[in-house]
């Protein structure tokens, strides 16, 4: 009795577990052969499609057959065989050379003339079909993504919420993935630490696993996170209407970090208290902390030019507490403050409707600009890969537009900044004092402008309005006509008020470039 293979297949792994086609075509294969009186000796099952070249099983099959392994082989349907003629043809070479190929759904004798052309004709048709059949899909694919759907499965953080409908953001996985974003912003996390950390606060990736190492690059890579829908296959971006976790300017610390990285910054030894934060007043150069003797803390510039720059940690520390010791307000002060603060906050109504109006008419300028860019397309005044590009640039300019209206509604106002960074005055020098080593690290940040040493002489710059403050004289007790009390809180509030405003007229753009910062505990640090 000759002996025969059996080949099933379908396309894809799902069909494969869920569906019954395999049992189905295994059955009526078996109801062939023992009709036709053939045996079958082994099976070869395949879970892909037959569209395209490269079928593992299918290639096995066929060079097990070459090597006369089995007199033929017996295939549900032709389709189920080959749906490019590639494939058909290689098939064909064996039926040449005298393999028996038979297809249980259709009797055809492959060795007649009219048999053989009746196969090659529904070869081509199923050639066709799947021609057809990928065009009709690429046209539902861009067809969802220009409606702003994702029509693939939803990365880590979001769910699928069926076909047609946008990704929602996962209630358990969604925060943790933010997480990962504010974490590695911060550049004091690898992808080894930052893996362990994530895996136990509960972060898991498909069918319930931890996050490889790829996964957490595909994720900080990901602008789907921040509203936009990136095919890198073809290098097309699209607006998303999902809801974002994250905002452009998280994500775009992050991809400073990421490229940081790449040239080569190291991870972190040692978490010194300054590390990265004082600088040579003589190069600019970022001076380095060291240990001695496994307790003393030295900062210092290793440029040749410049050896003999050191600081230690303990004058560092002094030199703050002084600073923060002159940011420290009366009790008479901080009231006639506080009642400045209510009147400006009761005459400022129309304050925050203003912005939102400004950053509406520039997110309807970025549609503009948009629909012009797809103008200049058509009419073919620019390049396909110039359109990708620029409009990749308009759509991330408009979701940063988008990311500062989403926030008017809770954005503080001038008298609301004006309180936070009078609180921030009067505790900073307490919370130095005895906070944690990031907490320190926290206070620093948000009031220090510039921090260079000079020889061995460390130079505070604070941020306005501390500086400012800082610099101002103290009353005087023995003259309260020149210079009382009042007098001085009026000076303070202006001082305080021109910064609140000067950080509320900065352009949406520009606020997120000078403010990389993410938020960690409440407080923001930079990336």
Known sequence: MKRYFGYIRVSTQRQGASGVSLQEQKAAIEAYAQRAGLAIVSWYEERETAAKRGRRIFARMLSDLSRNKADGIIIHKIDRSARNLR???????????????????????????????????????????????????????????????YPLRAPIGYCDMG???????????????????????????????????????????????????????????????????????????????????ISTRLYDAVQMVLRGRKDGVMPLRHDFLFRRMIRCAHC??????????????YYRCHAPACRGTIVNEPKMNTAYRECFAGLILDVGELGDLRDMIERLRGATGTEKSERDKVLRLQVAHCDERLARLTDALIDGLIEKSVFDARKAQLLNEKRNYLDRLEKTANEPSVADIIAEDLELSNVAQLRYETGLLPEKRDIVSATTSNCSVCGKEPAI???????????????????????????????????????????????????????????????????
């Open 163 to 245: 076909r047609g409908k946008p990704k929602e953001i996962d209630p358990m996985q969604g925060p943790l993935v933010r997480q990962v974003f504010e974490l590695y912003a911060t550049g004091e996390w690898n992808f080894h630490t930052l893996q362990a950390e994530m895996n136990r606060r509960g972060l898991r990736g498909r069918c319930n696993t931890s996050v490889s190492l790829n996964g957490f690059t595909t994720i900080l890579n990901n602008p789907f996170y921040k509203g936009l829908i990136h095919i890198r296959k073809t290098n097309e971006t699209f607006e998303g209407i999902h809801k974002p976790i």
């Open 87 to 149: 494939d058909w043809a290689d098939l064909g070479e064996l039926i040449d050379r005298g393999v028996d190929v038979h297809f249980a759904h259709d009797a055809l004798d492959l060795r007649s003339r009219g048999g053989r052309l009746s196969a090659d004709i529904q070869a081509v048709v199923a050639a066709d079909f799947i021609r057809n059949l990928r065009e009709e899909t690429r046209k539902g694919f861009y067809g969802r993504l220009k409606q702003g759907i």
């Open 461 to 527: 710059t604070l941020k306005s309005p501390f500086q400012e403050l800082l610099n101002l004289p103290k009353a005087s007790d023995c003259d309260p006509h020149r210079d009382g009390v009042r007098t001085r809180a009026e000076i303070i509030f202006e001082i305080f008020k021109m910064a609140a405003e000067e950080k509320l007229s900065v352009s949406p753009l520009q606020w997120g470039e000078q403010n990389h910062g993410v938020s960690n505990n409440g407080l923001d640090k930079a990336a």
């Open 284 to 297: 600019n150069s970022v001076m380095i902390g060291e240990c001695k003797k496994g307790r003393y803390i």
